[in-house]
């Protein structure tokens, strides 16, 4: 009998301990089951959610892996798109799906968009508005003429509760998640998704998740939906898709910075495959202050000129949406320099006050005058151009030249409307800085008309379904139909929690 030593007695006495001590981890590690589970507790999300329950899913868990729900959702005014809506034709607003359809697919000139996916999108606006309603959210069509400039308004359906600001989809979004919780629904607060499980035929089997403390669970579910939003926190993936636009000094935005693109990679490792475009949802360009949108984004724009740092004009001023912001991202630095006189202000002030908004324009510059990063008073536009840091020759020459436009009734460069037309004569003269706003980026998970996630060669995942920002297809190049991305975000969680309750079903 061959003897060993005590030393080889104790090496394999220590691995039996250390392989009983990991079979007793095992069989503690956390587990909980679920027929689906939703990634993201945002508007995608939270819809698709509180859907799914309605629709006869019997577990449902949400995860977020902030404190609370919300995300850049949370942020929007809650204007929402929609065509041939009980709401719009109550009110004798004429719209057509086909319509928007063919407009929508033309202004994206038939790239990077998806004919079935936009489709399904414009198909269920309808019966969101209404399921929407139906779950305490309402919804207006009032207020639309006081739009002009965003494009595509006669779709768009105002909130009827705008108090508290008009970023109010947060309230919305609670809503939400109370009917959810109520109908039997978990919410996982803290819970971050690691990984997105699939079992050896390819079918979807659940999400490891972690806590803040870093205790994971494995959520095991026959069905995952990833609304996990967009990635305007993170500043390599907006370098990496949008390198002729971005620049981290130049935007302003309300969009939250913590959603990173984690849901990316979770679709990636899962499986998915991935556009290598994605969209980034710019809004014209916006007056900010301490890289916050000021809420006064062209308050003087049909009546004054913008210049670039240089000094120079480089667009009628009456132009919006994306044409604006194209154009501003193509100047230097990506900003640029609104410029009015006092009588302009003054003009502004008293349209301000007559739609309510009871505020001293005047008074309102002249203390950000003082602190001297946002706004220049001077009745010297050489002031004001060395303020900017341009040539004074320069602008003293914009200016004149557009004054000469002005006297003469005709914009020889931009031919901006004769009626908006209006010479900057009167001292003190402002000189506001202005830069693009970014509202959130989509994209690049593919998917299909039934919200279905793909995978690399075109094939749904069985079981694995998304919703709102983190799906492709649905814009092109740049954002349209005002109200658009909230729209897309709650019909496609809508569209995914209903697919994912039919998958688990069964039927």
Not at 75 to 100: M, P, R
Not at 251 to 272: C, H, R, W
Not at 285 to 290: K, L
Request: hydrophobic share 35%; net charge neutral.
């Amino acid at each position: 009998m061959k003897r060993y030593s005590n030393a080889t007695y104790f090496i394999v006495l220590a691995f039996c301990l250390i392989i009983s001590i990991g079979f007793q981890g095992c069989s503690r590690a956390k587990t909980l089951e679920a027929d689906i589970v939703v990634i993201g507790g945002g508007g995608a999300g939270a819809t698709a959610a509180l859907t799914a329950v309605q629709n006869g899913a019997k577990k449902v868990i949400l995860l977020e892996k902030e404190s609370e729900l919300g995300g850049t959702s949370a942020t929007a005014g809650g204007f929402i798109w929609g065509a041939e809506t009980h709401i719009q034709k109550a009110a004798g607003v004429n719209t057509n799906k086909d319509e928007a359809f063919n407009e929508h697919m033309e202004f994206n000139h038939y790239d990077r968009v998806d004919p079935k996916v936009v489709r399904a999108f414009i198909d269920r606006t309808a019966e969101v508005v209404k399921w929407l309603e139906e779950n305490g959210i309402g919804y207006t069509v009032e207020g639309m003429g006081g739009m002009g400039g965003m494009g595509q308004v006669k779709y768009t359906q105002f909130p009827v509760d705008m108090t508290g600001g008009t970023h109010n989809f947060g309230r919305t979004i609670k809503k939400l998640a109370d009917k959810f919780t109520a109908a039997g629904g978990q919410i996982l607060l803290n819970t971050k998704a690691e990984k997105i499980l699939r079992d050896s035929d390819g079918k979807i089997s659940g999400v490891m998740v972690a806590d803040k403390n870093g205790e994971k669970t494995q959520i095991n579910a026959k069905s995952v939906i990833l609304a996990s939003g967009g990635f305007t926190g993170s500043n390599e993936l907006l370098s990496k898709y949008f390198p002729n636009y971005w620049d981290s000094n130049a935007y302003a935005t309300l969009a939250v910075k913590t959603n990173t693109g984690d849901g990316i990679k979770l679709a990636e490792e899962a499986g998915a495959g991935l556009n290598d475009y994605a969209t980034l949802i710019r809004e014209p360009a916006t007056t900010y202050f301490g890289g916050v949108e000021s809420g006064y984004s062209r308050i003087s724009a049909s009546g004054n000129i913008w210049v670039n740092k240089l000094g120079k004009r480089f667009q009628n001023e009456t132009w919006s949406g994306n044409a604006s912001v194209n154009l501003l991202v193509k100047q230097p630095n990506k900003i640029g320099f609104s410029l009015f006189d006092d009588e302009s202000v003054q003009s502004v002030s008293n349209r301000l006050r007559s739609q309510g908004q009871e505020m001293d324009l005047k008074e309102f510059y002249k203390s950000e005058d003082k602190k001297g990063n946002y706004v220049k008073i001077s009745d010297s536009w050489d002031d004001i151009a060395r303020w900017m840091g341009a040539d004074p020759g320069v602008l003293k020459s914009t200016v004149e030249e557009y004054n000469s436009f002005c006297k003469k009734g005709h914009d020889d460069i931009y031919g901006k409307d004769p009626a908006f037309l209006s010479a900057l004569l009167t001292p003190p003269f402002y000189a506001v800085k202005i830069g693009p706003l970014m509202i959130d980026t989509y994209g690049p998970v593919r998917i299909n008309e039934h919200m279905e996630v793909l995978d690399k060669k075109d094939s749904s995942i069985p079981g694995f379904f998304a919703g709102g920002a983190i799906c492709g297809q649905i814009q092109g190049n740049d954002y349209h139909f005002f109200g658009g991305a909230l729209g897309f975000a709650v019909t496609s969680g809508r569209i995914a929690g209903e697919n994912a309750a039919k998958y688990v079903s069964g039927k």
